[in-house]
């Protein structure tokens, strides 16, 4: 056999180690990015205190929900049936905090919206809720500046500190009708699926 047929033999067998060297080395780059990319991430945790800022998220969010979801209910009692909200909202609730945490947040609205039913106390009671729900956005925002070295910037003057404030309110407000919106998309679903299924087999309902 001649050189060059010995050379056109070996050819793709000579692509083939390259192609595989090549792909070890793009893997192994890979490997070690990701692994620097963890230990920056984790280092940053625990530089910043990161499991402090973790617990007063936590600690905000259970203090925020039970407010956050009154507002949501009755924006979507706007829109629909406020039971029926009620009852989606827990429904979605359980899959993720089981049926007894579900029946839990379920016995806190119900106190909350009874504490705010009174005439003498439902102007008292909106603003404390208005407040409370948008505390675990303004604690999860303050969480992330401290944790990625962002500067908070100053604010000169009573009106420049008001301003920013309700600015911040203001967006956390939004998420929460952004809530209400979503809980009323879902009760409009769960009714048009239900009357679709009751035109489709009747005995089904």
Known sequence: MSRTAIIATNRPTNLRQCAVITYDLAMKER?????????????????????????????????????????????????????????????????????????????????????????????????????????????????????????KPEARGFRAKAFREARKRGAAFLLIGGVGILLTLLVVAKVALSTAQNAIDPSLA
């Open 31 to 151: 490997r070690l990015a990701l692994t620097t990319t963890l230990r920056a991430t984790w280092r940053t945790f625990s530089d910043h205190s990161g499991r402090l800022l973790s617990g007063a998220i936590a600690f905000y969010a259970l203090l925020s929900i039970v407010p956050m979801f009154v507002i949501a209910l009755r924006l979507a009692g706007l829109a629909t049936n406020e039971a029926a909200a009620r009852r989606t909202l827990l429904d979605n609730v359980a899959r993720w905090v089981g049926a007894s945490g579900a029946d839990t947040i379920g016995n806190m609205l119900a106190l909350a919206e009874k504490g705010g039913a009174q005439e003498s106390a439902s102007i008292a009671s909106t603003l404390v809720l208005l407040y409370a729900s948008t505390r675990m956005f303004s604690q999860l925002t303050r969480a992330l500046n401290m944790m990625w070295d962002v500067k």
